[in-house]
């Protein structure tokens, strides 16, 4: 039994060609569009809506299986599963978003429909527009992979949504190429933000590997990028490493891996007795690979008082930073600290491991220091972080999103936390807007902060607005602190991956040393860190501002939205995602 398919709409476009496209023979069966499905010229392959399955989609799956099948992508159960959720792109207008899913018009394909053949049998983006690929590299090929890695997983109410802000900006941003002859790097659709989310990258890659050549390219794996959401980074993929369709080792570390987790050596935990084996006392291993893999900060954008931050341009009085050092929230990791006990008896047994014991050290030293606020809980949270001058910036159970929090709150992150890198590090240096302290310094933190004088702290203050346009997702979510986009962590991330191309071998915190572009983009377009950059020319793109200081929100009403739903800002009112406006 066929479904009942929506009414496809008419694409934009060069109305001769596009009909020429849509004529083509197509290399799946009618039953596949008929059944609800989209094919993939490309492969022959027929993609199903979730409640469909069968070589082209002629079978409704029953209702055990599918009640399972929900489950695994994340579902309470069929009915949000089956449920209507944003598509990426909103399917370009070349097909119909169903259940998260674009059925698209006949000829296209892709995850969005942006995808056709030409005369000559090869994909091309969004034929019969404008679209070409920009003049900045990297570009980048996405595998068009079947929707159950990416399309049909959970979007609402997603916690960290990094993977879907990538995938949404690759085509947005002009960095996408359907020829895999020009690309720089190579995209694997796959969403992971949990351990047992990476069997689906084994599958992925063993995909990959019977449907297209470029994995055994040379320095194909290394090309070859993957996102993981997870708190352990690449190491959340351990338990599966080589154990789930052959999956080799080589293979996952071959990879170029977008994290949020950046060790780069094994770190111990200082709470164990003397005598105790580095394997006992280990608490993570290096999950981070310095000059392939970049660490991306945890995507953040209004809350904590963002929209009210003192770094933006149009902030006339900002709140007096009278609290010298400032950190709220969990310091064991369960329950709460003893503070009649010195480290590490201020935490019960299974709390002393959690944030390496950074936390729990600072805690205990400094808890009850004058001007120093070192809190389990504050209820006027972003009121503290715009009144405080230093704030503690370390990771949790495993990465951490306070170094973020901070920067663009204007407060000077105090970064603690050894081998384990921030957003961008080593190729961002944040010397220049943060305090490093070692973690057997802690105890003498408080003479570390007094010794910033005055002319150091606003050095690193004026850095601060540079560095916090890097850690936000400004093309994603709009803009807080005046910044136009073009030094978000979208780009960012490219800029570093660029530079890693083009300079094999050059330690990653040398490569502004021999790049003066990339030492330029690090500075957010000025000379050095710091210094205000020269004004853009007038009518350069920018994306919608979020901020307080600038009106009403102008990414409320977005003609285009994110996968998640909310304002996809920097085509935010395109018509046309191949006009969309570009920031490089």
């Given at each position: ?14 109305a ?17 569009l ?18 469909r ?18 489950t695994?992508?994340?579902?309470p ?14 399917c370009n ?27 000559n ?19 980048v090929y996405?595998?068009?992979?079947p929707?159950v ?6 979007r ?8 879907f802000?990538?995938w ?6 002009g ?15 796959v ?8 069997a ?7 995909y ?5 050549p ?11 990028v ?12 351990e ?9 080799q080792?080589?293979i ?33 291993a290096p ?9 991306v900060?945890?995507p ?16 006339r ?29 201020n935490?019960p047994?299974r ?39 230093f ?66 702290y606003?050095?690193k203050?004026?850095?601060l607005?540079?560095?916090a ?33 083009d ?9 502004q ?15 050095e860190?710091?210094q ?22 102008s ?7 994110s ?22």
């Amino acid at each position: 039994m066929t479904v009942a398919s929506p009414q496809l709409p008419t694409a934009h476009g060069d109305a001769t060609l596009l009909k020429k496209v849509a004529s083509r023979p197509s290399r799946c069966s009618d039953l596949c569009l008929q059944n609800g499905g989209t094919c993939n010229e490309e492969l022959g392959r027929c993609d199903c809506q979730k409640s469909r399955k069968g070589q082209y989609c002629q079978e409704e799956v029953p209702e055990e299986e599918l009640s399972a099948l929900c489950t695994r992508l994340g579902f309470p159960g069929p009915k949000m599963c089956l449920a209507d959720a944003p598509c990426l792109n909103k399917c370009n207008d070349r097909g119909v978003c169903v259940q998260g899913f674009c059925q698209c018009l006949p000829g296209h394909f892709g995850t969005d429909c942006s995808l056709s053949l030409d005369d000559n049998g090869m994909p091309q983006i969004l034929q019969g527009t404008s679209y070409t690929t920009r003049a900045k590299r990297p570009w980048v090929y996405i595998y068009e992979l079947p929707p159950v890695f990416n399309a049909w997983v959970k979007r609402i109410r997603i916690d960290r949504p990094t993977f879907f802000y990538f995938w949404q900006r690759f085509l947005s941003s002009g960095t996408r190429t359907a020829d895999p002859d020009k690309a720089d790097l190579f995209f694997i659709p796959v969403y992971m933000r949990h351990p047992a989310d990476n069997a689906k990258l084994a599958r992925a890659v063993e995909y990959l590997g019977t449907h297209w050549p470029y994995l055994n390219r040379t320095g194909g794996m290394a090309k070859h990028v993957v996102i993981h959401g997870g708190d352990w980074g690449k190491k959340e993929h351990e338990p599966f490493k080589g154990k789930v369709l052959g999956l080799q080792e080589g293979i996952v570390d071959g990879m170029t891996w977008l994290t949020h987790w950046g060790v780069y050596k094994p770190v111990h935990s200082p709470s164990h007795p003397p005598g105790t084996s580095p394997r006992e006392s280990l608490l993570w291993a290096p999950a981070h690979n310095p000059g392939r893999d970049v660490v991306v900060p945890v995507p953040e954008g209004g809350g904590f008082g963002h929209d009210k931050s003192p770094l933006h341009p149009l902030s006339r009085n900002p709140p007096v930073r009278n609290t010298t050092f400032f950190h709220a929230g969990r310091v064991c990791g369960v329950g709460l600290p003893n503070t009649s006990q010195p480290w590490p008896f201020n935490c019960p047994p299974r709390g002393r491991r959690y944030s390496g014991a950074v936390r729990q050290r600072v805690h205990a030293y400094h808890h009850n220091r004058t001007g120093y606020a070192v809190l389990p809980h504050v209820k006027n949270f972003s009121q503290m972080l715009m009144r405080s001058k230093f704030c503690l910036a370390t990771q949790g159970g495993g990465h951490g999103n306070r170094q973020v929090i901070a920067a663009v709150s204007g407060c000077i992150p105090v970064v603690i936390g050894d081998h384990v890198y921030q957003p961008f590090e080593p190729e961002l240096d944040w010397n220049d807007f943060s305090v490093r302290v070692l973690e057997e310094q802690i105890p003498i933190l408080h003479e570390i902060l007094a010794a910033v004088d005055e002319e150091t702290y606003r050095r690193k203050q004026a850095a601060l607005r540079c560095g916090a346009q890097h850690v936000l997702f400004s093309s994603m979510r709009g803009s807080l602190i005046g910044e136009s986009g073009h030094y978000d962590a979208f780009e960012t991330t490219l800029e570093i991956l660029r530079a890693h191309i083009d300079h094999p071998g050059v330690p990653p915190q040398d490569l502004q040393k021999v790049d003066e572009k990339f030492k330029r983009f690090m500075a957010c377009g000025a000379d050095e860190v710091g210094q205000e950059p020269p004004p853009r020319e007038p009518g350069t793109p920018a994306v919608c501002s979020k901020s307080a200081f600038d009106g009403p929100s102008s990414c409320r009403h977005c003609v285009y939205k994110s996968l998640l739903g909310g304002a996809h800002t920097m085509c935010c009112n395109s018509l046309d995602l191949a006009a969309c406006p570009r920031l490089w």
